[in-house]
RNA sequence: GGCCCCAUGGUCAAGUGGACUAAGACACCGGUCUUUCAAGCCGGUAACCCGGGUUCGAAUCCCGGUGGGGUCACCA
């Protein structure tokens, strides 16, 4: 496809949540599937719900996701500006040749009115559309209301007859009757357009080819194609793709937990699985596979895969396969990723010298399998760095009895002769202790694994002690028998 | 309420008139492996919203109903 130019168009009134990463993400998949340009543009038209850091917000989570756009707000490019407070000039120059043209008029009423208008409407029955009573004013009248100080709006005159398709790419053509609109508002009285002007504008001028958005906006598009038409501009193909619903099938928000992208990233989830669940929510690449990585979802991309119902989204999906990705995912990419946690913890310090990133991989080598998110991850890996750690209590009444100690005085005489240090001798020898000594391999192994860990779960005990090394697990064991002896339970 | 969209297990989904006794995945349940917990492996429970058509034949096409969602601002 030639000339493929798609854009996300958020509104920098919050944080960047799972449903606007997914529909920034369709329109990534489909810009970079077709060799086309990926553009961002902030609708910052709402100076009342506007938010300073929301737009830095955005950015960060989406380039966190790795969704690199290639014209911007912070880069620019030959359509620019990218936001559209700094547009303004355009739109009113556009809005201007309606109004020369007759397509637009201004309109007095004030919100109060409007409000008034809309109440009394609906107590009739009557559908709360705007009845177009500014429409014919003459120039006297206009003069007149204008000397009282009033501020018009500019509303599009829309026609009282006739059918609008919007032709969508996901739904075929959708029909809606002309009465069922209004003259709605495309300048407010501030000089500031509406969002069915402003994105209108915008996708004209900004060479948009694809307007791919949340089936939310499915009712918005005849508005904006008469818009499109007034103006005399041709409009781009449309895709309204399902919306993500929460888990009680309403339309997500704050109150369902964690929705916002840096949330997730927050809760210790990868980018790259984020991006994978995001992807198969909506879309179906028709293979089998969960786990695809990014480059085939870029080739396997296409509308036609795309469903037609919303989906509710599963944080357990998304958290299974961000397991996947913690297991799959090369070590160092993994370690990158989990140190912040690491250093939230006091674990390692700002700026880890290379011994310390060795030691992080091994302990990472070690754990990864048995948890779900970098946070656990960290929290699993406790003990790897620090000795300020108790022990588990049911571990201590079960593992820790008066007799352990001399148990553990051998398993640390057997342990302090291993040499080299590695799993097989280390495992070898310990073995070789339980044999000798007839017992089961529990019944060292769980104590010793109390002993040096805190804990009665987790990684095989050889690979703890191996990753750990061999001075602090006879420290550990030293400090388990010096503890059991002054306090175990008799 | 008007308008619009949608409808396969609890969830994501494959399926485009016969290969459907309906795939796969998450979750759940069992088993297996094991020093524990995971992971892995093996197995199980569980779905075509309802009613009419069309057709030799319908999950698939049509109509109606029901249900869910979206939208009706000088918000985007």
Same mark, same amino acid.
Request: some cysteine; overall charge neutral; charged content about 25%.
């Given at each position: 496809m030639a000339g493929v130019r798609v854009r996300f168009a958020?509104?920098?009134?919050?944080?960047?949540?799972?449903g606007g990463?997914r529909t920034a993400l369709f329109n990534w998949l489909f810009a970079r599937k077709n060799?086309g340009?990926f553009i961002?543009?902030?609708?910052?038209?709402?100076?009342?719900?506007?938010?300073?850091?929301?737009?830095?917000?955005?950015?960060?989570?989406?380039?966190?996701?790795?969704?690199?756009?290639?014209?911007?707000?912070?880069?620019?490019?030959?359509?620019?500006?990218?936001?559209?407070?700094?547009?303004?000039?355009?739109?009113?120059?556009?809005?201007?040749?309606?109004?020369?043209?007759?397509?637009?008029?201004?309109?007095?009423?004030?919100?109060?009115?409007?409000?008034?208008?809309?109440?009394?409407?609906?107590?009739?029955?009557?559908a709360?559309?705007?009845?177009?009573?500014?429409?014919?004013?003459?120039?006297?009248?206009?003069?007149?209301?204008?000397?009282?100080?009033?501020?018009?709006?500019?509303?599009l005159?829309v026609p009282q007859e006739g059918v609008t398709v919007v032709r969508d790419v996901i739904r075929g053509e959708v029909s809606f009757d002309n009465r069922t609109l209004d003259?709605f508002?495309?300048?407010?009285?501030?000089?500031?357009?509406?969002y069915n002007f402003?994105c209108v504008?915008d996708d004209s001028?900004m060479q948009i080819s694809h307007v791919i958005r949340a089936e939310e906006h499915l009712s918005n598009t005849p508005k904006q194609l008469l818009v499109y038409a007034a103006l005399g501009y041709e409009a781009p193909v449309f895709i309204h793709v399902p919306m993500i619903l929460?888990?009680?099938r309403s339309k997500l %928000?704050? +109150?369902?937990? &964690?929705?916002?992208?840096?949330?997730? @990233?927050?809760? =210790?989830?990868? #980018? !790259?699985?984020?991006?994978?669940?995001l992807a198969l929510l909506g879309w179906s690449p028709g293979d089998?596979?969960?786990?695809?990585?990014?480059?085939?979802v870029i080739e396997l991309f296409s509308l036609d895969g795309v469903s037609r119902s919303a989906a509710v989204y599963?944080?357990?999906?998304?958290?299974?396969?961000?397991?996947?990705?913690?297991?799959?995912?090369? %070590?160092? +990419?993994?370690? &990158?990723?989990?140190?912040?946690?690491? @250093?939230?913890? =006091?674990?390692? #310090? !700002?700026?880890?010298?290379?011994?310390?990133?060795?030691?992080?991989?091994?302990?990472?080598?070690?754990?990864?399998?048995?948890?779900?998110?970098?946070?656990?991850?960290?929290?699993?890996?406790?003990?790897?760095?620090?000795?300020?750690?108790?022990?588990?209590?049911?571990?201590?009444?079960?593992?820790?009895?008066?007799?352990?100690?001399?148990?553990?005085?051998?398993?640390?005489?057997?342990?302090?002769?291993?040499?080299?240090?590695?799993?097989?001798?280390?495992?070898?020898?310990?073995?070789?202790?339980?044999?000798?000594?007839?017992?089961?391999?529990?019944?060292?192994?769980?104590?010793?694994?109390?002993?040096?860990?805190?804990?009665?779960?987790?990684?095989?005990?050889?690979?703890?002690?191996?990753?750990?090394?061999?001075?602090?697990?006879?420290?550990?064991?030293?400090?388990?028998?010096?503890?059991?002896?002054?306090?175990?339970?008799?």
């Amino acid at each position: 496809m030639a000339g493929v130019r798609v854009r996300f168009a958020p509104s920098p009134t919050g944080s960047l949540h799972i449903g606007g990463a997914r529909t920034a993400l369709f329109n990534w998949l489909f810009a970079r599937k077709n060799r086309g340009t990926f553009i961002l543009r902030l609708e910052d038209t709402d100076v009342e719900r506007n938010l300073a850091e929301a737009e830095s917000g955005i950015l960060t989570s989406l380039r966190w996701l790795g969704l690199d756009w290639d014209e911007g707000p912070d880069r620019g490019g030959p359509w620019g500006p990218y936001r559209q407070s700094e547009r303004l000039d355009l739109y009113r120059r556009e809005a201007e040749r309606l109004l020369q043209a007759g397509l637009a008029y201004p309109c007095y009423c004030t919100p109060e009115e409007l409000a008034r208008q809309r109440e009394e409407a609906r107590q009739k029955g009557l559908a709360p559309r705007y009845d177009g009573r500014c429409r014919h004013l003459t120039t006297a009248e206009r003069r007149e209301r204008e000397a009282e100080g009033r501020k018009p709006a500019l509303r599009l005159v829309v026609p009282q007859e006739g059918v609008t398709v919007v032709r969508d790419v996901i739904r075929g053509e959708v029909s809606f009757d002309n009465r069922t609109l209004d003259d709605f508002i495309i300048m407010k009285s501030n000089g500031i357009p509406t969002y069915n002007f402003a994105c209108v504008v915008d996708d004209s001028l900004m060479q948009i080819s694809h307007v791919i958005r949340a089936e939310e906006h499915l009712s918005n598009t005849p508005k904006q194609l008469l818009v499109y038409a007034a103006l005399g501009y041709e409009a781009p193909v449309f895709i309204h793709v399902p919306m993500i619903l929460a888990p009680d099938r309403s339309k997500l %928000s704050k +109150r369902h937990g &964690a929705t916002a992208v840096e949330e997730f @990233r927050d809760a =210790g989830y990868l #980018p !790259e699985a984020i991006v994978n669940y995001l992807a198969l929510l909506g879309w179906s690449p028709g293979d089998e596979r969960e786990m695809i990585p990014l480059e085939e979802v870029i080739e396997l991309f296409s509308l036609d895969g795309v469903s037609r119902s919303a989906a509710v989204y599963d944080v357990k999906k998304l958290t299974w396969l961000n397991a996947q990705y913690l297991n799959a995912l090369p %070590s160092e +990419r993994v370690v &990158a990723a989990v140190l912040p946690f690491l @250093r939230a913890r =006091g674990f390692v #310090p !700002e700026d880890p010298d290379a011994a310390t990133l060795a030691y992080v991989t091994e302990v990472v080598k070690t754990v990864r399998s048995r948890v779900h998110t970098l946070a656990e991850l960290a929290d699993a890996a406790a003990y790897f760095f620090t000795d300020d750690f108790t022990y588990e209590e049911k571990g201590v009444r079960k593992f820790f009895k008066p007799e352990t100690a001399e148990l553990l005085a051998r398993g640390r005489e057997v342990l302090a002769r291993v040499s080299p240090f590695d799993l097989s001798t280390v495992e070898n020898a310990y073995r070789s202790l339980i044999a000798e000594l007839g017992i089961s391999g529990g019944a060292l192994i769980h104590p010793t694994r109390l002993a040096i860990s805190g804990r009665t779960v987790g990684p095989g005990l050889f690979d703890i002690m191996v990753t750990l090394g061999k001075e602090r697990c006879l420290a550990r064991l030293d400090r388990a028998i010096r503890w059991i002896k002054t306090c175990a339970p008799r």
